[in-house]
């Protein structure tokens, strides 16, 4: 055992680590700017949008203000008759009105509809609502027991926060798996030399992309569908819309995945630098591509970073056909599949445009 | 292009890498059909001018003619004419002999599938056709690397340093091949910093920092310098240029 050996060893780490500013920038400041990410996301007040319609009679006042006082709540009045489409929109997660008292039953009915594709704040709202009703019912008197009704826009109680995550969390695996295999190998192509000999063959650098996307774009695709039988088969998680829509979603974003993990490969110099744009890449998109905060709940700025990051509109996507039953017809469905081929097509480009620079 | 006096033509070619010069206003004619030799020491400049001729990098100055096509401008055309053999053996490592020259060939649109068995046997690696490349020597890896880049039936053969790290007798073997492709009418550039090699050159071009201190036959090179061996003429050359730069 010498210590001198040993210490030889350490001041050669430090000497290479020193010269390495890419692996001291990660270990230094993507740490505490994921941190700092994650602590503001955490802390975002948080409180969950409910509609109620009110014409300004006494009982839909009251019920208002009882739903104002409870925490947690953010009360949105709105016109009768307008709560439905709001409800659609996603701009609230749950509506109260006024059910009609059936004759000759007495007091007031309030009708609570659950937009139902986040349980957790549907259980939120089903803990709260009810309550803070059934006080400002009270508080009418006249002596009829409160009454209120729950039905779900979509989903129900039978949904759980798995059936809520799957849909985001089957798209990022696939994407984060197939991102890291590309990108590793396709460096290899570069340390091993193989690269130099395909530039100087006729081998186009578009070729050359289109055959890593052909080539890892199967696995890719087969991954995607294992992935998908899996949680569907094996987890049981719930869901609604066209389980070919839902591949299709995934096919695009996992060949996306194998565009940018040959353009982002590029930028590196040897595997361990691979490995560093998986932080870079996953962080950003795990914090903001709405797998865990709605990209609505988001404040503007970090709405706007989600926007341009394509893990938002395969979660969105998917959220759309397995929780709320979209299918091709319908336009947000029909605009992020259309966003996930440009970004795909984009990623494709670039590294073929910049692949004749690395390989000098 | 099958009249061409000269396989590789270059006029005034220079290429800088950031403060370093590479090559240095590289005037060179290689006639077709004969095995030229660039030696020189590390860093004087030849794996700049054999991936200038093979596309790979483009010239800050001057122009390069490769079997009568401009590398820059018909890149395009060149490729399929000239094959190119790396100092590293750029071969993949998790494919068996024979998918790594069957790849190869397909690259070059080779459809015919006799050609990978033949180069095989020209390497004589037909009995290995089926080890992972992985498993193979080093000197078997060099063997595989020049078959991968004579499966095209290349006009212009660009070898880097072939035989860097191989035995002197599968040495002698590739030297025996190189001249088997000249009397079929294919042109070798092979760099190389050993003298011993430079012998079997029909001419050879001295670089020492990107500059061509001389050119000839490896007679007329010691002839001229009024020495006994190539590698004491060398020394004179470079003597000379330090002298009158």
Sequence with gaps: MSLRRGRAVARRIIFQLRRDHRTLGLIFVVPLAVLALLGYLVRLPSSVAIGIETSGSPPEETAAQALESAPGLRVVRLAPGAGEAELQAGGIAGLVKRAPTPSGAAGVIFELTVEGSDPSKSALLLSRVPAALARSLAQLGGGAAPQVSVRYLYGGPQFDPLDYFAPALVPTFAFLFVFLLTSVSFLRERTQGTLERLMASPLSRLELVLGYMGGFGLFAVVQSAVILLFAVFVLRIHYVGNLGIVFLVQAILTVLAVNLGVLLSGFARNEFQAVQFMPMVVFPQALLAGVFWPVNDLPVVLRLVAQALPLTYANEALREVMIRGAGLQSTAVLRDLLVLTAFAGLFLALAAMTLRRRAG | ?245
């Design chain 2, 1 to 245: 292009m099958e009249d061409e006096a000269y396989a590789v033509e270059t006029d005034g070619l220079a290429k800088r890498f950031g403060l370093v010069v590479a090559l240095d206003r590289l005037t060179l004619r290689v006639p077709a059909g004969i095995t030229y030799g660039l030696l020189g020491p590390n860093g004087s400049g030849k794996t700049t001018l054999i991936r200038l001729l093979a596309g790979l990098l483009r010239a800050d100055a001057g122009s390069a003619r490769v079997l009568g096509h401009d590398v820059t401008l018909s890149a395009e055309k060149t490729r399929h004419v000239v094959g190119y053999m790396t100092q590293a053996d750029a071969l993949y490592g998790d494919l068996t002999v024979q998918e790594n020259v069957a790849f190869f060939a397909d690259i070059f649109g080779v459809s015919d599938g006799r050609r990978v068995r033949e180069v095989l046997h020209i390497v004589d690696l037909a009995d290995r056709a089926d080890s992972l490349v992985h498993t193979l020597s080093g000197g078997m890896r060099r063997r595989l690397s020049l078959a991968t880049a004579l499966v095209h039936r290349p006009r212009l053969l660009l070898l880097d340093e072939p035989t860097v790290g191989v035995d002197p007798q599968l040495r002698a073997a590739f030297w025996r091949h190189f001249h088997e492709l000249n009397r079929e009418g294919v042109t070798i550039i092979v760099s190389s910093h050993v003298m011993d090699e430079a012998e079997r050159c029909d001419r050879l071009g001295l670089l020492r920092e990107g500059r061509l201190l001389a050119e000839g036959t490896a007679d007329e090179l010691r002839r001229r310098a009024g020495r006994v061996t190539l590698e004491e003429a060398f020394l004179a050359y470079a003597e000379a240029s330090n002298v009158a730069p």
